[in-house]
């Protein structure tokens, strides 16, 4: 028996795409102190955060306009979310810039993520559409729709 490469298999493709989108909209979930939920994470390219004037660190209030189906980016001094390097701790200089929040109903999901190359760079910050595939009244990626409001722990459900 002789050994294949997964490439090979896969298409020569990596594992994890890396999107060149300007914005990156996903429904991620997440695990904090053996509790598992669900969060929205926003992803900027450095270079739309370059163009923009957003820096690492910078603090940013995320604002819906749900009828509209867009979002407003804003730099804030107090409040909202810090821009943090996509990956962690051993990012590169070039990573993405990432806002991650906890969801809750009323806030986009997703599926799966959504590139969005489609925004404006604006006097009060970026501004960009909501796609249509998004859902502003359930959480696209709790497939069983029973953990709403709710958390994992490691006995299950709660």
């Not at 910078?58 to 009828?67: A, G, K, T, Y």
């Not at 730099?75 to 909202?80: A, M």
């Not at 709790?142 to 994992?152: A, F, H, K, N």
């Amino acid at each position: 028996m002789a050994f294949v490469s997964a490439s090979e298999i896969i298409g020569n493709t990596s594992p994890r795409r890396h999107s060149s989108a300007g914005i990156v909209l996903a429904t991620d979930k997440q695990r904090a102190s053996g509790q598992q939920y669900f969060a929205v994470r926003i992803s900027l390219s450095r270079e739309l955060a370059d163009r923009a004037r957003f820096i690492l660190g910078d603090r940013v209030d995320v604002m819906f306009d749900i009828e509209g189906r867009r979002c407003l980016l804003r730099r804030v001094n107090e409040g909202g979310w810090r821009l943090h390097k996509a990956g962690g701790n051993g990012a590169s200089d070039g990573a993405r810039l990432n806002i991650k929040f906890k969801y809750s109903t009323g806030l986009p999901s997703v599926k799966e993520s959504v590139s969005i190359t489609d925004y404006e760079i604006a006097p009060e910050g970026i501004i960009f559409g909501i796609p249509e595939e998004a859902s502003f009244e359930r959480n696209l990626r709790d497939e069983e729709g029973e953990t709403e409001g709710r958390t994992w722990g490691a006995s299950g459900l709660r």
